[in-house]
């Protein structure tokens, strides 16, 4: 946490114009950790759905204190639309709707993708799909319905080994705008 404090604020200071986001997952010690995120910068912290009722409720407390934004994390839920709804229930200002690492490697073709329209309808607040995604699908993505597209490890690493991907990112980021830019979403 004292590192990530650390990051979130050069970051809020290097780019101040720019949202930033503390994925922390936060299971427990949801209002202080919301908090401590929040006075360093970030913009937005993520809880998760599979945290006890009392952590969401904390989180989105604090979150209302010290104006930032929650997203609830949906990651190993077992019915990933009824909690996203709870979430939203809760005060959860965006989901997150997660295919782990981890979950992709035990269960082979798991995607976000599975039960993204699925997720979307459940809720009336802003959906992002995030986990495993090709840079097809994240581009497709505000055409199921959950226009913020979160693409992170095609970009930057090896699928299997952990190393610098071969993409050429500022290429790949700029077809990636373009596209979602023309696309039009539910």
């Known amino acids: 946490l004292a590192e990530g404090l650390r990051a979130v604020g050069a970051l809020r200071e290097r780019f101040p114009d720019h949202p930033v986001v503390a994925d922390l997952k936060t299971m427990d010690g949801g209002y202080l950790e919301a908090e401590m995120m929040a006075k360093a910068g ?5 809880v998760m759905g599979r945290a006890h009722e009392a952590t969401i409720r904390a989180v989105v407390e604090a979150g209302r204190d010290y104006g930032c934004k929650v997203m609830g994390d949906d990651l190993g839920a077992e019915d990933k639309p009824a909690n996203a709804r709870w979430m939203q229930d809760l005060g959860v200002d965006y989901i997150s709707h997660r295919t782990g690492y981890d979950e992709r490697r035990l269960v082979s073709g798991a995607s976000p993708m599975d039960e993204l329209e699925a997720v979307v309808k459940a809720v009336d607040i802003p959906v992002q799909a995030v986990g495993g995604l090709s840079i097809r699908q994240a581009i497709e993505c505000p055409r199921h319905g959950a226009p913020l597209v979160v693409v992170g490890a095609p970009l930057v690493i090896d699928a299997d080994e952990f190393k610098t991907s071969s993409h050429d990112l500022k ?5 990636i705008v373009t596209e979602i830019r023309k696309t039009p979403y539910q």
Request: proline share 0%; aromatic share 0%; glycine share 0%.
């Open 42 to 46: 970030a913009d937005l912290v993520v």
């Open 171 to 175: 290429e790949v980021l700029t077809q």
